[in-house]
């Protein structure tokens, strides 16, 4: 890994920060060679502060730390992808990214799923809604959409239509996600175990 800090006069390189297990960006430093070889050394991201002039490692001050991972370097070898893992908020300003953001895994899509099943669970117009429905039909229903469910996806994968197996593989998770939510927990719950049986 060459990194090129001559590209530009302040031998200066951008160091982007991307929490590690989250993937969400927390900020954005500079870095020269003497901050990254510090990083490296130290575990800790230091940056080269062009206000202050000299390295700053983060949370010298405040304890707010950023423990490196590890890192990549961008095509034209002149920027830095850090990955870290913050230890309190990043930014200055209290928040845990430099953008206002609450720093918590997303799932894409199916956050966004979480959240409108959440809505429609706080619905009380469950006749519009057949995810209010099954949660005003309690746990045990919700529960045996989501066994119905698994069977058709058993059937579907020993048939040849994949198209159907999609669809059935929809059905299960959408049901499994609503019945996560009828007994309070989320993906991120699920991810969290997964994470701690991975290590």
Same mark, same amino acid.
């Given at each position: 890994m060459n990194i090129d800090f001559n590209k530009n006069k302040d031998g200066l390189v951008p160091a982007i920060i991307q929490d590690a297990k989250t993937k969400n960006v927390l900020m954005?430093?500079?870095m020269n060679?003497?901050?990254?070889?510090?990083?490296?050394a130290t575990k800790q991201v230091t940056f080269f502060s062009r206000s202050k002039q000299r390295?700053?490692?983060?949370?010298?001050?405040?304890?707010n730390i950023l423990n490196l991972v590890d890192y990549k370097i961008d095509c034209d070898n002149d920027t830095l992808l850090i990955?870290?893992?913050?230890?309190?908020?990043?930014?200055? #300003?209290?928040? %845990?990214?430099c953008w206002g953001e609450d720093n918590h895994s997303t799932?894409?899509?199916?956050?966004t799923l979480e959240q409108v099943i959440e809505k429609r669970q706080n619905s009380a117009q469950s006749d519009d809604s057949y995810v209010a429905s099954l949660f005003e039909k309690g746990i045990n229903k919700i529960a045996q959409k989501v066994g119905e469910e698994a069977v058709e996806v058993v059937i579907e994968? #020993?048939?040849? %239509?994949?198209?159907?197996?999609l669809n059935e593989s929809a059905d299960l998770l959408f049901h499994y996600l609503i019945l996560l939510r009828a007994k309070g927990f989320q993906l991120d719950?699920?991810?969290?175990?997964l994470n701690e049986r991975h290590q």
């Open positions: 954005l430093g500079y060679n003497e901050a990254f070889e510090k990083t490296k390295l700053w490692t983060k949370g010298e001050e405040s304890g990955f870290a893992n913050p230890e309190g908020p990043t930014c200055h #300003k209290g928040t %845990d990214t799932y894409g899509f199916l956050s994968a #020993k048939d040849d %239509d994949d198209d159907l197996f719950d699920i991810v969290k175990v």
